[in-house]
């Protein structure tokens, strides 16, 4: 029989231990900044020289993608932008080149429906030196839904476009970055993969595959020098999640929306910087609240939080 004064040392040493890890999950990518941010003070390596020449961001055409492109541009990075609207990419394009200065190279890519885009993007890129990947192209649903309201065309396209695209073009990349002995990949998850998402189930499965790919991923490039960058955006202005801004404007969840110019001014700070990060600080608190509570209750408010959307958006 335990007495009161064992059952309290248990408990104060679960307690201690749940605490610790925590702590360690939620502000070592704050320190890593810190640590980083420091170490730049000292050692002042650009991008291209540490990373390569060439950046590569896949959905570059709008939001983040375009944020990502803009950013890597500011840093003399050269870049490819992949995306399937040409016009929209050409306009980005001439933007970087006018403002930047920097080299560019255009690459249309409709990654829902071409299966064999891949080989030919391989192609286009062997002869370049790219140091950096930007896995940002994705897709989500146009507002809140169970899974059988789907089109069947629709969930496939999911799993392609937010799956199929960045796995391959890891595969594609990856084995001249270990030749190097040098590279970083970016790939943009979502805060919905901190747990399952009712209403928003097959997105959130999608980027909860990002999340446990990009981890596995980077353990296995470490020993290669080549780094990879797990990025769990939340609700940030963009076309995506345009549905929020004009159907519910005067919600809470549209007037927490992060305007793009500040997300990136934080996610590009962090590019190089640490293996995970949210990209805003906004967002990483949402991320260390949620992970104070088990995945049932974190279910629950990601299910409440969709579901309100998707009620509100059948009125």
Not at 19 to 29: D, F, G, P, S
Not at 80 to 85: C, H, K, Q, T
Not at 264 to 290: E, N, P, S, V
Request: with cysteine.
């Amino acid at each position: 029989m335990l007495t009161m004064t064992a059952m309290g040392t248990i408990l104060a040493f679960v307690g201690s231990y749940c605490i610790v890890w925590w702590l360690y999950e939620n502000l070592r990518t704050p320190v890593q900044l810190l640590l980083s941010g420091l170490k730049q003070l000292v050692v002042q390596n650009s991008l291209p020289e540490k990373y390569g020449e060439w950046a590569v961001v896949t959905g570059a055409s709008d939001g983040i993608g375009k944020g990502y492109a803009q950013y890597l541009a500011s840093r003399r990075m050269k870049v490819v932008l992949v995306a399937r609207n040409e016009s929209k990419l050409n306009r980005v394009a001439q933007e970087l080149t006018e403002k930047y200065g920097v080299r560019t190279k255009v690459l249309v890519a409709d990654f829902s429906k071409d299966d064999e885009l891949y080989d030919r993007l391989k192609r286009e890129l062997a002869a370049l030196d790219v140091g950096i990947l930007v896995n940002n192209v994705g897709m989500g649903y146009d507002r809140a839904m169970c899974v059988d309201e789907l089109p069947s065309g629709v969930v496939r396209s999911l799993l392609k476009v937010n799956i199929e695209s960045m796995t391959l073009l890891c595969h594609a990349l990856v084995p001249a970055m270990k030749q190097r002995g040098r590279g970083l990949i970016v790939n943009i998850s979502s805060l919905s993969a901190a747990a399952p998402s009712p209403f928003l189930t097959v997105y959130a499965a999608s980027k909860a595959y990002v999340r446990s790919f990009s981890v596995a991923l980077r353990e296995e490039l470490c020993q290669h020098r080549v780094e990879v960058q797990t990025v769990l955006p939340g609700f940030v202005r963009t076309n995506m999640t345009e549905v929020i801004t004009t159907e519910f404007k005067d919600g809470p969840i549209a007037k927490h929306l992060v305007p793009l110019d500040d997300y990136m001014r934080y996610a590009g700070f962090a590019i190089g910087k640490t293996d995970r990060t949210c990209g805003y600080w906004t967002h990483g608190l949402q991320y260390a609240g949620l992970n104070l509570v088990p995945e049932c209750v974190r279910m629950i408010i990601q299910k409440t939080i969709y579901n309100t959307l998707r009620k509100a958006n059948a009125v």
